[in-house]
C-alpha cells in the first residue's frame, strides 16, 4: 500500500519564534495518524525544527538545496549541510524555483541526483501552467518535466521519490484542480513511471497534489484512487487547517 503524504512547504513565512509556536501547536492538537507528516520551514529555522519534532511524528523536510558538494554559491545550501543537521527529506523543482528562479529541467535533474547521492528523499514538483492547460498541453508539459530529471534514474531510486504535481495555475489563486482532473493528471503520471520504470514502481510511488489544498475540499481530493495526499501552501500555516487536512484520510 502506497504512504499517504501530507507536507507543509511554508515557504518565505515565519520567523523563529512563529516557527516554534506553530510546531508546538501542531504537535499538541495532531491526533494519531497513518498519514505521513511534513513540514518544510525556512533554512534558518530548520535545524531547530529538526531537534524540536525530534522522535515526534512530523518531519522537518527543506525547501530546496544546490546541486554541488560546496564551492562559490552564495546563499546556497548543500545536501551535506542538510544532512549535518538532520535532514532527510528535501522538496525539488517547485514551481515558484522554476519561475522566479528560472530552474530547468536540467538543472533539477543534476539537484535530484545528488539528494539521492546523499540519502535524501526527494518531493520533486512539476506541472503545467494556465496557458498550458489551455492549449491542451497540460500532459506533454508534465511528460517533459518528468522525463528529463526523473525517468533516466534507476529503478531503486524510486524509493526515495514522492512526486507532487503542482497545476501552477492553482497555486495561490484560490482555483483548484477539480478532483477529476485531479485524478486524470496522477493517473496519467503513474502510466508514465510504469513506462519508465516498472508496474511495481507505478504502484508503489506516492503521488502528492499540490494546488490549493484546504480543509474544505481535501476529503474530495484525496478519495481519488491515485491522489496519495497533498503539498499544502497556505493552508499550512494555520495548526487548524494543516491538521484538518492531515486527518482528511481518517
Partial sequence: ???????????????????????????????QTSTLVMVAPTFVNLESAVNQLSGLPIEAVAQNMHFEDSGA??????????????????????????????????????KVRKALENDIRVIFCFGEELADRKAGKQFEVV????????????????????????????????????????????????????????EKTADSVSILYGGSVKP??????????????????GASLKAEDFIAIVTAFD
Fill in 73 to 110: 554559491y552564495t546563499g546556497e545550501i548543500s545536501a551535506g549541510m542538510l544532512r549535518s543537521v538532520g535532514v532527510q527529506t528535501v522538496i525539488l523543482g517547485h514551481s515558484e524555483r522554476r519561475a522566479y528562479f528560472h530552474e530547468t529541467d536540467e538543472l533539477l535533474e543534476k
Fill in 216 to 233: 474544505g475540499n481535501a476529503r474530495e481530493i484525496f478519495s481519488k484512487p491515485d491522489v496519495d495526499g497533498g503539498l499544502i501552501g
Fill in 143 to 198: 511528460q517533459r518535466q518528468l522525463s528529463k530529471a526523473l525517468f533516466n534514474l534507476p529503478e531503486n531510486a524510486w524509493e526515495d521519490i514522492i512526486l507532487a504535481y503542482e497545476p501552477v495555475w492553482a497555486i495561490g489563486t484560490g482555483e483548484t484542480a477539480s478532483p477529476e482532473q485531479a485524478q486524470e493528471m496522477h493517473a496519467f503520471i503513474r502510466k508514465g513511471v510504469a513506462e519508465a520504470s516498472s
Fill in 1 to 31: 500500500m502506497r504512504t499517504k503524504i501530507v507536507a507543509g512547504n511554508w515557504k518565505m513565512n515565519m520567523d523563529k519564534e512563529g516557527t516554534r509556536a506553530l510546531l508546538t501547536d501542531l504537535v499538541a492538537k495532531l491526533p
